[in-house]
């Protein structure tokens, strides 16, 4: 049988650009004892996997040229030769961006797509709502009455950090990059505040306009002149959680700003890189807590989906044009 | 009675110089009920005093253009009208730049000069040594076999946070200015390895080879481009504690450099300014475990002692060209 996978070609140079991948047919064999033939239905799409394109040490480790790419996907069990996994069942896995293939039991985990669309396990039941709770509450600790700015708020980490931060009775502003996206995070998300970066002619001012008692809390999805932006207007004894640097990934070089450290010193500003993984041994709690909001329905979400397994390369290039909202999910 | 005094007769735009400051004479009047009059003997020479040169939002307040100076001072008291004081006690507070000078009888605390020098109390009992313990207990977490950086490392505060990481079993690396006060970290401190900044061709380079296993922790009371290089060789995790900025306080306007916030994040690093006051509560706690170890000669110090009231601006310029091992001190 033959199946299609979407391998690197090149590392990209400053932007990455359709050249750097190339898409192309493979032979699938059928699976051994302890291992499941699968079928992808839904391939995550992160701004992480930037990254694990450049041969740089980063906290995972780089896609390796003339290999498939690899991220999470949701896919279904077609055959199986394991006794834990039926044809038909949902998994979870750290798979190749590929239509079908063979998987050990070992590498998956079922799904229940009972409590919400198996998709949701991409995002909001899985690393990106993690990352939004343990971001917000392990390192930016909302107080009722604080205010948080979000940038890059409209993506999939963002609007779950900012209804996080609403559930703690906080003043939340989000930045995002298009009026359609402000207005979905006031009316969806219930965000109190909502900053177009692209048309704001003073963007400190909108800021400062926007959290009235400043900032005393910045989630940063972005990088940047926004975080400038945001960091001008901090407060004593703020925490800035650094979640991720959209705005910088595509960088050639070490990209130069103002200097940080004499703002967060005599502000005595908390300033803290993450990863998930620094939480791994509490996925638990988080997966529990994420669950139990969204069946009360406390927490809602969007995803941007794409029709199609090829479009995958279009998809991870729009994520740094800013082209969706929540979740960037491609449907095979 | 006449004394002299030391104004701010200007703000410092760059690099302060002596023409911001003027002495003058001025009367002394006798003290009041409650009051005691005060002989100063010891007064510290700050890198935060710069600071508060400018007419700038900070955690201290601006110094007032006519108005004296004042810092930390050791002084004796000549006449009292104090029940709490008798002439010849030695008393430390936070006092004018003058010669002699009235107090209120709330404005000081009595020091035991059994213990230690009474100018000690201006630093390794004092404002440094307490800088010094939660900088680095609280937000550097030492941990047996971790690698320590200090910048500044022969200041006053750095030689205290150097030999805490010593206590805590970590290799200590410290950065200074010049071969004699990296001598003195090695051979007086216990300092692992020592590099002079100014002669080393390759600063990273050098980093790297005095921190085989990468650096978990930077102490940085410098910043700039020395900072720079040390954080070049952050390890996952590490922690770095904002001190001080000394590189950058005499800048005009925001200065630049590289973005540190892809290697906070990529690395998971935690960076914190602090200053002390966010640790008052717990100032008791750090006295006490400051001073057994004083007892204990588990650490020592030293000063750079300047004789005489009237040099005061020379010796608040000269910290700036890294005149000073250890404390800064003038002698009246």
Redesign the interface.
Known sequence: MTTRQILLTSRPVGDCTLENFKIQEVTCYLPKAGEVLLKGLYYSVDPYMR?RMNDAK??APPFQVGQPISGAVVAQVVESKSSKFRPGDLVLGNLPWQEQFIAPETSLQKIDAGLAPPSYYLSILGMTGLTAYFGLSDICRPRAGETLVISGAAGAVGIVAGQIAKLNGCHVVGIAGSDEKTGLLKKQFGFDEAINYKTAKDLPGAIAAACPRGVDMYF?NV??EI?DAVISQIN??ARIA????IA?YNSRG??????????????????????IG?YKNRFGEGIRQLSAWVKEGKLTFTETRIQGFEQLPLAMLGLFQGKNTGKMVVVA
């Open positions: 990254g980063s906290y940063d990088g940047g975080s004593f004894h650094l979640c991720g640097q910088l070490i990209p130069q700003g103002p200097r940080l450290q004499p703002m967060l010193l005599t502000r005595s500003v908390l300033m803290q890189g993450f990863i620094d």
